[in-house]
Each structure stands twice: as C-alpha cells, then as structure tokens.
C-alpha cells in the first residue's frame, strides 16, 4: 500500500507510543487528585505543557489542551465572537477557503446577525496582508486565516498578516493544523493572538490538539464541568494523547528542515510527473506550498472513480478533503481559486511524508496516468471534447 493522504492523518510515530504506553498502563492517575500518585499525573502534564509551549514559542499558561483541531478552532472563534458582541463588535474577517471547522463555526454566528467577510484567495490561493487591512473595520473583533490550506497546501503570509491586526487591534486567529511541525512557528514573531493545532497531523495521536492563546485573550469555555485547564475546558485531561502529542511536535520540530527538504523533492517529482498528463493543472501556488502537499485537477474526470482506481492499485489518495467525500458539491476550496465545477470535480490530492520514497513517487506517477487515460476514454465528456463539440479548459 501507498499511503499519500497525510493531509488527512498520519501514522503515529513510534517514539509517541513508547511514550503513551506508562500513562495508560501504570501512571493513570488523574491529575486533579490530591494524593501523589494524581499529582505524578498532574506534573506531566505541566511538562508537557512547557514542552509545547517551547515548540511554539509560547508561555505555558497560554496553552490549553482540546480534543483537536476542530474544537480548538470552535473555540478560538466563539470567544472572540462573545468578547466582540458584549463591545458592539459583530464583524469577522476569514477566508473562503478555511476548514469546515472555521466556515461552519462563521455560519452559525451569521445566523447570530453577525458579518462575516471572506477574503477571496486568488487563483494561486493565497491571501494577501492588503487585503486583510482592507476589510478591518471599527465593529471587528476577530480575523481568522489558516496558516496552510489543506487541500491545495498554499502557505498564507501569517507574520504579515499579524503585523496588520496588531496595528490595528484587532485579534488574530490562525488554523495552523497543517503547518504545526511542517512550518516554522513562532506566535510572538507572527503576532499570532490565538492558534489551533492538531496532534495527528504530525504523527501524534487523534483526539488531541491545542489551542493557544495569548495572555490577556479571554476564552470561553465551550465544554463546560470541571475545573481543568484553568476554567477554559473541563474534562479529565487526556494524559496519555497529551504525552504522545508533545514527543511527536518536539520530534517534528527537531527534524523540520530535514523532513522539508527531502519531501519537496518527491513533492516537485510528482508534481512534474503529473504536469505530463495533457489537460492537467496543478491546484494552487506552486513555490508557497507544504512540503509534501500535491493537488490537481484533470480535465473530463470524475474525481470518486480517480480515487476508487487508485484504490483498486493500493494508493491511498483523496480528492481534496476528506470531509467532503461523500458529497456531491465540489471542494470549496477549488470553487475559491476560480476552477469552475467541471474541472474542480475532477482533484486528486497527493500528500506525502516522511516515510514516503522516489519508488513510490515513480508508481503514482505510473498509475494515475494510466488510470486517467482509462476514465478519459470511457467519457462522453471527454469524446465531446476531443470531437471539438465541447471547448477545453485548460491547455495541453
Ligand atoms: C484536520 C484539520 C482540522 C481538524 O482537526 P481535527 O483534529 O481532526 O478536528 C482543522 N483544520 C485543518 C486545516 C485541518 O487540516
């Protein structure tokens, strides 16, 4: 099997279950009891805490432990939507192309009577920090942008960005759930207000995530109960995930430049590989994207039959997000960087990691190929267009 769908998940390493391993089958105690065996618990978990604050350059206590990056983006948005509301301040400024996490968490507050503005993304899917100055009002009270798109991988200009709402005040969200541990992260140089991350984007565990937010940020808790996490998020912590998840960030960290350069090698590979296909075009910027982030579209391919046939040859693929499969809408995203329905039904996403080889860069190569020439004979579609009775989108 092939596994390039590391934008969806990745394996977890094994460094991080050696390291869960003492938590659930000795060290279970819970960290909010008072008799030392809880408290053992309890310091890890404050270790922890240091360690992931270290990674990204963050005080401890602006760490709070989430069951990922959904809830951690839940989060981040809701409060600043409350804190905004009780000042008169109802407008949001994000980006058409955010997870569902931040897009449908945006929804609900329209719904509330609040503005939400989406920045359009270009056609290279990028946002630029002009474009973000522009759409800052008086009543907002929260930009939130991704720091890396994951379907197209396109890298936002995160630093530029939280230079424009600290001028002007305003608080500055970002999804980096793609980018903890495949970019550099910094919240004090990017000026980073709040931030999402998720553990099994970077070989971590699933269930887990972090939401940081800078001191002075209030945070309303969305899980209510208990006292953990200083009042922001109940629930007995999750001391094992939370053990696993730092050891994989701080692994992730440590060999960051390494992993980047030796996956943007396959990336390019591929990506010239799959240029070769007539009537392909890669989806989003080609040089500000992840290391290991591969997306196209082919002309006259239904996307579904792409992903079944590389199934069918052991490759793991996806068609862009995984929360989409199932639908018959095509990618948000693609709709945002100006691929009509046609051509945005037809993605393929190819994400690749650490463990990914040349060997298997060539074989994906090989058979997405083939298996787009196979759909394209069968098309009517596609007869129509080589009939010349249908105009092509892209070029040869
Ligand atoms: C995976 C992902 C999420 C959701 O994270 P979960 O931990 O699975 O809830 C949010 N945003 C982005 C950009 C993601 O890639």
Not at 10 to 24: E, F, G
Not at 114 to 124: G, P, Q, R
Not at 219 to 240: D, H, W, Y
Not at 314 to 332: E, K, R, V, W, Y
């Amino acid at each position: 099997m092939i596994y390039a769908d590391n934008a969806a998940t990745t394996k977890l390493s094994r460094s991080a279950i050696d390291a869960m391993l003492p938590y659930m089958e000795e060290l279970y105690g819970n960290p909010s009891s008072l008799y030392s065996f809880g408290q053992r618990a309890k310091e890890v978990l404050e270790d922890a805490r240091a360690r992931i604050a270290a990674c990204l350059n963050a005080e401890p206590r602006e760490i709070f432990f989430t069951s990922g990056g959904s809830e951690s983006d839940n989060q981040a948005i809701l409060s600043m939507a409350r804190f905004g509301e009780k000042r008169g301040k109802k407008h949001i400024v994000s980006t058409a192309f955010e997870h569902h996490a931040v897009l449908h968490t945006l929804e609900k507050l329209k719904k509330e009577g609040f503005e939400i503005t989406l920045l359009d993304v270009h056609a290279n899917g990028v946002v630029t920090p002009e474009q973000v100055r522009n759409a800052i009002r008086e009543d907002t009270c929260l930009v939130t942008v991704m720091f890396a798109n994951n379907e197209i991988g396109t890298i936002q200009p995160i630093a530029e960005i939280g230079a424009v709402c600290r001028e002007k005040g305003v608080p500055f969200h970002t999804d980096a759930v793609q980018a903890a541990g495949h970019l550099p992260i910094d919240v004090k140089a990017q000026k980073i207000d709040l931030l999402s991350l998720s553990a099994h984007k970077f070989h971590g565990p699933k269930g887990i995530g972090v939401l940081f937010a800078r001191k002075g940020i209030v945070l309303e808790p969305i899980v209510c109960g208990g006292a953990q996490e200083r009042g922001k998020r109940a629930g007995t912590e999750n001391v094992p995930s939370i053990v696993g998840m730092t050891v994989a960030l701080e692994e992730a960290c440590a060999s960051m430049d390494e992993n980047a350069k030796n996956l943007t090698v396959l990336r390019d590979r591929l990506i010239d590989g799959l240029d070769n296909i007539p009537y392909a075009e890669l989806n989003g910027d080609r040089i500000k994207r992840l290391p290991g982030n591969v997306n196209f579209c082919f002309e006259g391919i239904e996307g579904e039959s792409l992903l079944l046939l590389l199934d069918d040859k052991g490759i793991c693929a996806s068609s862009g997000s995984a929360c989409t499969s199932g639908s018959l809408d095509p990618s948000h995203v693609l709709l945002a960087i100006g691929r009509v329905h046609d051509v945005a039904h037809g993605s393929l996403r190819l994400t690749l990691g650490e463990e990914t080889t040349e060997e298997e860069v060539d074989e994906m190569i090989g058979a997405v190929k083939e298996v787009v020439t196979y759909l394209r004979n069968m098309s009517p579609f596609w007869r129509d267009l080589t009939e010349g009775k249908r105009k092509h989108i892209f070029e040869e």
